[in-house]
């Protein structure tokens, strides 16, 4: 019958190894794999004596990891494997994610994998809901390219990856007089497809016009724009749903939670994990790894699954002499 498994099962033997200790666990982890195959693994209880270390070197044996604690650790979890998301994304882009992956908190990374904050459900919600901000993309300093794909448009004009740096946003209704008396200077106007409008509204400083409906928009136009710093974004969106939407564009790192994160490592104890998971306002955590690189998430229910280390005591070793 095939015994091999990939679970990993340590051996050991007592506190305070001596030579026959260590070199049971190695030969018994070298027996172990040989006839039944799987993940064995040999492991000390304490520091290496001077003559353990030179037996061990003296037959080329490598010193066997430091096995402090067999409590369960995360690491004995299952992870959710969550994608992260930058800190420059969409909103929107971090709600689609969260669908996507069926989870209310996303990790939001940096280069390299490491953990700048998490963005929750209720942080979507708010930004969603909290349209009578006029100022709110210009406070987060959001970039063109991302209103233009939150609109699902495309800049036709202008940088993409410069950013609205003042100004309110502003429904462009009513005549172009009306416009001139309500756009100022750095100003989103979002407006249909009469020229006399748009002109008005980069007359009047307007840093971005979002024409609705995928409307053609003139050459004299788009000219005017460039000579004005202004950028042009087309969006098939009719004008309710690109004010609607519009807030969707705002950058995560606007929202996400960077103070407080609770942190969970791959060795942290399942005990100590619960500790801190009953006192905090959301059910899934971030996980990092030794280099604090992250990892994938964890939940209270995955937790409350955990496996318990499997461990063979060896050398007249009794449980109490364990680690």
Known sequence: MDKTTDEKIYITGHLNPDTDSVCAAVAYAELKRARDGGCYTACRAGELSPETK?????FG???PPLLEDVSPQISDVDLAEVPGIGP???????????????VQVLPVLGRRRRLLGIIILRDIAIASMDNMDTMVLSKAKTTFANIASTLEGR????????SM???HIVVGAGDHNAIREKVRKGDLCILS??????MAAIESGASCLVVCLSADIQEDIIEYAKENG???????FDTYRAANYINQSIPVRQYMLSQGVQLMHLSTRIEDALAVMKKAPFISFPVLDGDDGYCGMISRRALMNHRRKKLILVDHNEFDQAV
């Open 54 to 58: 030179w037996v061990l070197e003296r």
């Open 155 to 162: 800049v036709v004009c202008g940088d993409p990856q410069s």
């Open 88 to 102: 420059g994304a969409t909103v929107r882009e971090a709600w689609e994610s969260m669908k996507e992956a069926d």
């Open 230 to 236: 202004c950028v042009i974004i087309s969006t098939p």
């Open 61 to 63: 044996i490598e010193e």
């Open 165 to 167: 740096e003042e100004g």
């Open 193 to 198: 497809n009469r020229t006399v409008s748009q």
